[in-house]
């Protein structure tokens, strides 16, 4: 690698598969699959491939809480996607999302299989599937709707950006590190001006836009992601910690964060779900949500 005091950018890039970092090992240029690798299925119709980063917790969270509401149409199987192993870019997994992210869903429910990736997708998709988490009336919708696609946009300075360059990149770049750390503190603000005046993002009621956001920004304040809380000085959003601790509180999310989870201690793993009993081999009942 060049200095990065020095370093002046090529007139043509080329890849450089020795450039480090984290991911280096499963970071490429191109798309597509790299081996054969049949997805597995289970014996529900909801069949989900991923892994309990914050992108795969907005996911089981939504699940869980559908269950909890008594639907019993969104029991699913959950299969451990190791994306430090390269399994998203298996054949199987590829055909589902051509991106190579997780989350991935498959439902089986109907006269044809219908595939949805991204995470925001799937879960307007399954709060539109059940009819709940997602408004009806205009305005409460385009509430809704704008908080959720907002986290979708901002995620990626938070987790691409800020996380990536704090806590992963090879060097510390200070340059990379204060840009991305000013415009997530400005996010920060963002939600806890909202969340001043409003319980919940979308409005008086618990919906998919918290369920998108949670996991990062929520994640962020308690102390889960990047170990930057100190750093970032969350303490000042009040009113996001306020919103953060009601969410986490919740036994759905409790559970949702435990499926596809391989880190943290072993009671808070379920690595796959296939059934709700999957959580009595967990002691789930010592879990303590998280906290500030």
Known sequence: MSDLNTYTPPKVWTFDSENGGKFANINRPVAGSTHEQ???????????????????VKVTVMLEELLALGFSGAEYDAWLIRIQKGDQFGSGFVEVNPNSKIPALMDYSGSKPVRVFESGSILMYLAEKFGVLLPTEPAARAECLS???????????????????????????????????????RELDVLNQRL??????GGDEYTIADIATWPWYGGLVLGQLYEAAEFLQVHE??????????????????????????????????????????FATRTQDKLEPLSA
Do not use: C
């Not at 001043?196 to 993002?201: Q, V």
């Open 38 to 56: 049949v997805l597995p299925r289970g014996k529900h119709p909801l069949q989900l491939y991923s892994l309990a980063t914050p992108n795969g």
């Open 147 to 185: 908080w959720l696609f907002w986290q979708m946009g901002s995620a990626p300075y938070l987790g691409g950006g800020f996380g990536h360059f704090y806590a992963y990149a090879p060097t510390k770049i200070e340059y990379a590190i204060n840009r991305f750390a000013m415009e997530v503190k």
């Open 196 to 201: 001043a005046d409003s319980p919940y993002l």
């Open 237 to 278: 959003y009040t009113h996001v910690l306020r919103w953060a601790n009601a969410i986490a509180k919740r036994p759905a999310v409790i559970r949702g964060r435990m499926v596809n989870r391989v880190m943290g201690p072993l009671a808070s793993q379920l690595h796959e779900r296939h059934d709700a009993g999957d």
